[in-house]
T-cell receptor
C-alpha cells in the first residue's frame, strides 16, 4: 500500500495556460476525491468519482475545471485558461467506497499551483 | 450546508504541555476525521471518530455526536506535533464530501 500519489508536487504556470494534475489512489479504493486548499483555509471539496463515474461535479469552481477517471484507476484534474485566483494546493483523496465500509478518506501530498 | 468551527484558531505550547482542540458541527454526520497537516502540506490521518472515544499514543479523541462536537487531546506535546490540525465531517445527507473547519494552528516550542 503506497498511499495516494499526486504528480507534479509543484506547478508554476503563466496566466492563460492550461494545466493538468494527476492522482493515483490507493489500490482497491473505489472512490476518488479532489479538493482545493487556499492559504489559511481548510480543504474545499471539488468533485468525486465512484470507479469511473463522476457522481458530483456541481462544486467544481467554474467550467474551466474538469476531471476524469477514465478506467476507474488514476484521475486527472485539468484547469483551462488559468487565472491568478487558481493559485492553491490541489489535494486528492481516496476511500474504499463500499456500502458497508467506513468512508475513511486518505489524502495525497497535493499539487501546489502558482499562476503568475 | 454544514458548518464546522474549530477552536482555538492558534495555540502556542511549551514542549511537554497538554492541550485540547475542539470541533463543533451544525448537523448530524456519518463521518468525522481529525487530520494533522505537516509543514509540507501533507494531511495525515489521526482519527476516524464519528462517535465515541479513541486513543493512539499521546493523542486521543472524543466525539459526542448527540451534542455535535469533538475534542482532540494532545498530551506531553513535542515539537514534531507542530502544524495545523483539521476536523472534517461528512454530513448524513451528503454521503461523500468532507467539510473541513479552518483548523487550529499549533506551535510547540522547545
Amino acid at each position: 500500500d503506497t498511499g495516494v500519489s499526486q504528480d507534479p508536487r509543484h506547478k508554476i504556470t503563466k496566466r492563460g495556460q492550461n494545466v493538468t494534475f494527476r492522482c493515483d489512489p490507493i489500490s482497491e479504493h473505489n472512490r476518488l476525491y479532489w479538493y482545493r486548499q487556499t492559504l489559511g483555509q481548510g480543504p474545499e471539496f471539488l468533485t468525486y468519482f465512484q470507479n469511473e463515474a463522476q457522481l458530483e461535479k456541481s462544486r467544481l469552481l467554474s467550467d474551466r475545471f474538469s476531471a476524469e477517471r477514465p478506467k476507474g484507476s488514476f484521475s486527472t484534474l485539468e484547469i483551462q485558461r488559468t487565472e491568478q485566483g487558481d493559485s492553491a494546493m490541489y489535494l486528492c483523496a481516496s476511500s474504499l467506497g463500499h456500502l458497508l465500509a467506513k468512508n475513511i478518506q486518505y489524502f495525497g501530498a497535493g499539487t501546489r499551483l502558482s499562476v503568475l | 450546508g454544514i458548518q464546522v468551527e474549530q477552536s482555538p484558531p492558534d495555540l502556542i505550547l511549551q514542549e511537554g504541555a497538554n492541550s485540547t482542540l475542539r470541533c463543533n458541527f451544525s448537523d448530524s454526520v456519518n463521518n468525522l476525521q481529525w487530520f494533522h497537516q505537516n509543514p509540507w502540506g501533507q494531511l495525515i490521518n489521526l482519527f476516524y471518530i464519528p462517535s465515541g472515544t479513541k486513543q493512539n499514543g499521546r493523542l486521543s479523541a472524543t466525539t459526542v455526536a448527540t451534542e455535535r462536537y469533538s475534542l482532540l487531546y494532545i498530551s506531553s506535546s513535542q515539537t514534531t506535533d507542530s502544524g495545523v490540525y483539521f476536523c472534517a465531517v461528512e454530513p448524513q445527507n451528503s454521503g461523500y464530501a468532507l467539510n473541513f473547519g479552518k483548523g487550529t494552528s499549533l506551535l510547540v516550542t522547545p
